[in-house]
């Protein structure tokens, strides 16, 4: 009879391959998901056939629902967590930037307070040039862009991170972050097309000032996010 030969002296705890917190993070992403899909089923319908068509956005925006503004709050929340999520399984370069320490949960708190201040400021400052050029009403439905995008591109990144908790081994994947960069290059990209599109149906229209404000509010953010990430 063959005998095995311990291989340690004692006992080894259990490594777990996630953290507690971050399975209740994607509880609460899955709980967020689940009521809007349950209580605000005709109001989804409504935003994802907004994102592909201008005149229903402008019809949205006209009516000012109520349940219509719930349901944007919440998929603005999974927007939020969900990509403060991602950023935290592949933003480990970035993460070494921070000029503080932090263990991963603080990290992740960082980076979802980091998403929500960067759309914070960029919507005080359209709202602020909307006043300024007397382009209020142009600019809210840039900022009604903004938001309608985010919310859609957060439920589209929902299921790559229960992929991505359910098999961690892939935030090693390059594959995997391609399919992310790429998605949120086209999610951006079709922003900025209906931005030039709104900016064209104004009376104010210049292909100087519109060309500007995508230099200096949309692509010089980016550039930015992406040396900083790009820093070993």
Not at 59 to 71: D, H, P, T, V
Not at 144 to 171: D, R, T, W
């Amino acid at each position: 009879m063959n005998e095995l030969t311990p291989v340690h002296n004692g006992p080894v705890p259990l490594n777990q391959a996630h953290p507690f917190w971050l399975f209740m993070v994607l509880m609460v992403i899955a709980s967020l998901v689940v009521i809007v899909r349950i209580f605000y089923r005709k109001n989804i319908s409504e935003i994802t056939r907004a994102f592909l068509s201008m005149s229903i956005t402008g019809q949205l925006m006209r009516e000012e629902n109520i349940l219509q503004q719930r349901a944007s709050i919440i998929l603005t929340l999974i927007f939020n967590l969900t990509a403060a999520y991602i950023v935290w399984q592949f933003g480990s370069a970035l993460a070494q930037q921070l000029p503080f320490s932090l263990n991963d949960f603080g990290r992740f708190l960082f980076f979802a307070f980091l998403i929500s201040i960067i759309y914070s400021i960029k919507y005080v400052v359209l709202r602020l040039a909307g006043f300024i050029f007397e382009t209020s009403q142009e600019m809210d439905a840039y900022i009604f862009n903004i938001f309608l995008s985010n919310n859609i591109f957060g439920m589209v990144l929902f299921p790559i991170a229960v992929i991505l908790f359910l098999y961690p081994q892939l935030s090693d994947s390059r594959l995997i972050l391609s399919v992310i960069i790429v998605l949120a290059l086209l999610f951006y990209i079709f922003r900025l097309l209906r931005g030039i599109l709104i900016g064209r149906a104004s009376s104010g229209y210049t292909p100087v000032y519109l060309f500007l404000y995508i230099c200096a509010l949309e692509i010089a953010p980016l550039m930015v996010l992406l040396k900083l990430a790009s820093l070993q």
